[in-house]
């Protein structure tokens, strides 16, 4: 060798993919659909098969009643089938739509929640969790979702994950 540095670029072939796909593109192998024992989010509803009957018997379940629980053993899926089955298919139906996990304050985590489906283009702030956790409070859970349905004039949906949580000490 001479000695001499030169310059080195890398480039991700994902980026030279998107770039040129007509050229580069078709010699890239897709994303692996499967998850193993990750769960599917709603930007996954696409990849999402096989289980169509399940989400059709829970979208007429929703459609008619306030609460719906979904339960079965660990693992079988059930976050899955609600956020990338039932939820993508209630927001094709117009519906708004949040997920929230309980954790260690039940109340505060449905409050943010319902503050993120109320602004979903941006970060809801301190001052709104608290109001919709004061709502909440006096209101219940179910007051706070219909008062939230009516200002967006568009029926909501609100899925608690893993709400065996709050029986935990």
């Given at each position: 060798?001479?000695?001499?540095a030169g310059?080195?670029y890398?480039?991700?072939?994902a980026e030279?993919?998107?770039a040129?796909?007509?050229?580069?593109?078709?010699?890239t192998?897709?994303a692996?659909?499967?998850?193993g024992?990750?769960?599917?989010?709603?930007?996954?509803a696409?990849v999402?098969?096989?289980?169509?009957?399940?989400?059709a018997?829970?979208?007429?379940?929703?459609?008619?009643?306030?609460l719906?629980v979904?339960t079965?053993?660990?693992?079988?899926?059930?976050?899955?089938l609600?956020n990338?089955?039932?939820i993508p298919?209630?927001?094709d139906?117009g519906w708004a739509?949040g997920?929230?996990?309980?954790?260690?304050?039940?109340?505060d985590?449905?409050?943010?929640?319902?503050a993120?489906?109320q602004?979903?283009?941006?970060a809801?702030t301190?001052a709104?969790v608290?109001?919709?956790a004061?709502l909440?409070?006096s209101?219940?859970?179910d007051g706070?979702?219909a008062?939230?349905?009516?200002a967006?004039?568009?029926p909501?949906?609100l899925?608690?994950d893993?709400?065996?949580e709050?029986?935990d000490?």
């Open positions: 060798s001479s000695g001499e310059d080195a890398a480039i991700p072939v030279l993919a998107r040129w796909p007509d050229v580069v593109g078709r010699l192998i897709p692996c659909p499967y998850r024992l990750g769960g599917f989010t709603a930007g996954d696409d999402f098969v096989g289980r169509e009957d399940d989400v018997r829970l979208r007429e379940m929703v459609r008619g009643r306030a719906v979904v079965g053993p660990s693992g079988v899926g059930k976050s899955s609600i990338a089955g039932l298919r209630l927001q139906d739509a997920s929230f996990r309980s954790g260690g304050i039940p109340v985590a449905a409050a943010r929640a319902l993120a489906v602004t979903p283009d941006r809801p301190v709104e608290g109001e919709w004061a909440i409070r209101s219940g859970l706070a979702g008062r939230l349905a009516l967006l004039g568009r909501v949906v899925h608690a893993q709400l065996e709050i029986l000490p």
